[in-house]
């Protein structure tokens, strides 16, 4: 078995197990979430759990109740709904690995923007993904924790700060990715480090009748709203990469700001909608995740326009020697790049009625945004974007 094929197994493999985790982790939150909010609290002065609820599934019916401080007998064999965060971050790593370090000249490096070796690229992103958690934890820890709201902005000016830093140093698409790496980092190491090491100590605690300090319920807290808010922001990170209009533009840290916006506010809406709050209350956040949804549509407008207008007939044969000189060693049959086995997405790019039947895709990718070539290591100009642009708009 050749590396290639070996490799895209495991990419495949590991997208797989991600996406299904992931869906996992996801799931588990928001439907905590969503019962923490539908608990219809005890009557008063009545003793027992502190809220319950009624739920059907599946044929069955649940009771659920809540106990905001433990019951009188903490049972030990606790479910503590933690795997599916560690092992999406898991996969999560190893998809990295398989799709941008193995084949980080063409993912991850644009030698426009800086010329990396793959070593180097690598160490940035791994640096990156460990500085990133230490300097969020750090910001959580400090006396910003008294001023929750402070600290949420100054999170959110931090994730924007890495997209830009990560701008100037990754392809588009790399960069990207890492603001996704990033937050979904923060989110796990936040269950890793501080929310279930602190519920250890709180069930040691109770099954122990101390009683535990309300610091550690606190500070998990914060940390859970923190990913809470994230979850649909990184949820777009990570299908970012099939849209090259979010990243192929010099402005792409302010598309994340946006992003980050966006996904918090309709977010917002979700979970004060749950709370049962009349919508005059939260409504607000609709039409401003909208006006903000507008200014990303905006910016991304904004592309890095090749002049096609410019150019005069293009020859067929001139077409042909651009897609050979820059798209074939991927796009083709059988394509020579060795990161590859078959032509990416089944884009062969060989022939003029090749290039007539993926003209959509080759403006939008090489002529309106600079996404292929991929990682651009052969060099193709805006010149040669805009004949092949000015050839497939002739006729
Ligand atoms: C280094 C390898 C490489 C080179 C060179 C390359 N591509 Fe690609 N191309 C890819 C990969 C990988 C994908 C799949 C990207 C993905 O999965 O999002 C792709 C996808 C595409 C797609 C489909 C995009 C979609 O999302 O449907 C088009 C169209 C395309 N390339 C056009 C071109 C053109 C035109 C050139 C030459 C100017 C080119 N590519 C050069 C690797 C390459």
């Given at each position: 078995?050749?590396?290639?094929?070996?490799?895209?197994?495991?990419?495949?493999?590991?997208?797989?197990?991600?996406?299904?985790?992931?869906?996992?982790?996801?799931?588990?939150?928001?439907?905590?979430?969503?019962?923490?909010?539908?608990?219809?609290?005890?009557?008063?002065?009545?003793?027992?759990?502190?809220?319950?609820?009624?739920?059907?599934?599946g044929g069955g019916f649940y009771r659920v109740e809540k106990y905001l401080v433990a019951p009188d007998n903490l049972p030990p064999d606790l479910m503590w709904h933690r795997w599916a965060a560690y092992l999406t971050w898991m996969s999560g790593f190893v998809l990295l690995?398989?799709?941008?370090?193995?084949?980080?000249?063409?993912?991850?490096?644009?030698?426009?923007?800086?010329?990396?070796?793959?070593?180097?690229?690598?160490?940035?992103?791994?640096?990156?993904?460990?500085?990133?958690?230490?300097?969020?934890?750090?910001?959580?820890?400090?006396?910003?924790?008294?001023?929750?709201?402070?600290?949420?902005?100054?999170?959110?000016a931090m994730v924007v700060a890495a997209a830009w830093a990560f701008s100037q140093v990754f392809s588009g698409r790399g960069a990207f990715i890492h603001v996704g790496v990033l937050v979904g980092t923060i989110m796990a190491a936040n269950v890793f480090?501080?929310?279930?090491?602190?519920?250890?100590?709180?069930?040691?605690?109770?099954?122990?009748?101390?009683?535990?300090?309300?610091?550690?319920?606190?500070?998990?807290?914060?940390?859970?709203?923190?990913?809470?808010?994230l979850t649909l922001p990184v949820v777009l990170m990570m299908v970012s990469n099939h849209y090259p209009m979010l990243y192929a533009h010099p402005h792409a840290w302010l598309v994340v700001a946006f992003i980050l916006v966006i996904g918090a506010l309709v977010q917002h809406s979700i979970n004060r909608h749950d709370a049962g709050d009349?919508?005059?209350?939260?409504?607000?956040?609709?039409?401003?995740?909208?006006?903000?949804?507008?200014?990303?549509?905006?910016?991304?407008?904004?592309?890095?326009?090749?002049?096609?207008?410019?150019?005069?007939?293009?020859a067929d044969a001139r077409a042909l020697d651009i897609a050979n000189r820059h798209c074939l060693s991927c796009h083709a049959r059988r394509p020579a790049n060795e990161s590859f086995t078959e032509p990416p997405k089944g884009v062969i790019l060989e022939t003029v009625s090749d290039l007539r039947r993926f003209s959509a895709g080759i403006m939008q990718q090489t002529?309106?945004?600079?996404?292929?070539?991929?990682?651009?290591?052969?060099?193709?100009?805006?010149?040669?974007?805009?004949?092949?642009?000015?050839?497939?708009?002739?006729?």
């Open positions: 078995m050749d590396f290639a094929l070996a490799a895209d197994w495991l990419n495949l493999l590991s997208r797989w197990f991600h996406v299904t985790v992931g869906i996992t982790w996801i799931g588990t939150s928001f439907y905590f979430m969503a019962l923490d909010y539908s608990l219809k609290p005890r009557a008063e002065g009545a003793s027992g759990p502190d809220g319950t609820a009624w739920e059907v599934h690995a398989a799709q941008y370090y193995l084949n980080a000249r063409s993912f991850l490096i644009d030698p426009a923007v800086a010329d990396l070796r793959p070593w180097q690229a690598i160490a940035l992103s791994l640096a990156s993904i460990v500085g990133g958690w230490l300097a969020y934890d750090r910001l959580c820890r400090s006396p910003l924790a008294e001023r929750p709201a402070l600290l949420a902005g100054i999170v959110f480090m501080v929310i279930i090491p602190n519920q250890r100590i709180v069930v040691a605690d109770l099954i122990a009748g101390r009683r535990p300090d309300p610091k550690f319920g606190k500070i998990g807290k914060t940390r859970s709203t923190h990913n809470n808010y009349p919508w005059q209350r939260y409504g607000w956040a609709v039409p401003l995740a909208a006006f903000a949804l507008v200014c990303a549509i905006f910016v991304t407008a904004q592309r890095p326009t090749v002049d096609v207008g410019s150019v005069g007939r293009v002529v309106q945004s600079r996404a292929m070539p991929l990682g651009n290591q052969s060099g193709m100009t805006d010149g040669e974007r805009a004949e092949l642009g000015a050839f497939l708009a002739a006729r």
